[in-house]
């Protein structure tokens, strides 16, 4: 059973979510070199061990003024790791907003579990960090990401012709 500090933080009914951790690197790189075609232009996860370590110092700085939270996806019934939720510049007050970014890992890529994590995702975003709006940044091109996206109610607002 696990314990308190190493729980997760949401389980759905195929898949988990938590923070990542200095025990998941060489998993998590693994994943990143098996996923590289997948990910062609799209991202470039944290690669080598170096920018896997600053990615954990970024996304679990933890506490309440943290602007900055990442999550793992598992899935339930092998506890493979199936993906990444990342919620970036995290803004307080009235506004209480972040931008949303996330990658699957080949070979669990497109059997509708980044779907349920994605659902995960968006209810610790809007119960445990208190979030009134999320924004996805997606590349018009990305056919998957954007049904994605779609598929959990995401609606496109309008195009960043300079974003990056």
Same mark, same amino acid.
């Given at each position: 059973?696990p !314990?308190?500090?190493?729980?997760?933080?949401?389980?759905?009914?195929?898949v988990?979510?938590r923070?990542?951790?200095?025990?998941?690197?060489?998993?998590?790189l693994?994943? !990143?070199r098996?996923?590289? #075609?997948?990910h062609?232009?799209?991202t470039?996860?944290?690669h080598p061990?170096? #920018?896997? !370590?600053a990615?954990? #110092?970024?996304? !679990?700085?933890?506490g309440?003024?943290?602007?900055?939270?990442?999550?793992?996806?598992?899935?339930?019934?092998?506890?493979?790791?199936?993906g990444?939720?990342n919620?970036?510049?995290?803004?307080?007050?009235?506004?209480q907003?972040?931008?949303?970014?996330?990658f699957?890992?080949?070979?669990?890529?497109?059997?509708g579990l980044?779907?349920?994590g994605?659902?995960?995702? *968006?209810?610790?975003a809007?119960?445990?960090?208190k979030?009134?709006?999320?924004?996805?940044n997606?590349?018009?091109?990305?056919?998957?990401?954007?049904? *994605?996206?779609?598929?959990?109610?995401?609606?496109r607002?309008?195009?960043?012709?300079?974003?990056?």
């Amino acid at each position: 059973m696990p !314990t308190r500090s190493n729980a997760p933080t949401l389980i759905g009914a195929r898949v988990y979510l938590r923070p990542p951790r200095p025990a998941d690197a060489a998993a998590f790189l693994a994943a !990143t070199r098996a996923s590289r #075609r997948l990910h062609g232009a799209w991202t470039q996860p944290p690669h080598p061990r170096a #920018r896997y !370590t600053a990615y954990l #110092r970024r996304f !679990t700085a933890g506490g309440g003024a943290a602007t900055h939270a990442g999550f793992l996806v598992f899935r339930r019934e092998d506890d493979a790791l199936v993906g990444v939720y990342n919620f970036s510049e995290i803004v307080r007050g009235a506004f209480q907003s972040a931008f949303l970014g996330y990658f699957a890992f080949a070979p669990l890529a497109g059997r509708g579990l980044m779907t349920e994590g994605l659902a995960a995702a *968006l209810d610790i975003a809007f119960r445990k960090l208190k979030l009134h709006r999320v924004e996805v940044n997606i590349q018009p091109n990305n056919a998957r990401s954007l049904a *994605l996206a779609a598929r959990l109610g995401f609606t496109r607002e309008g195009y960043s012709r300079r974003y990056v």
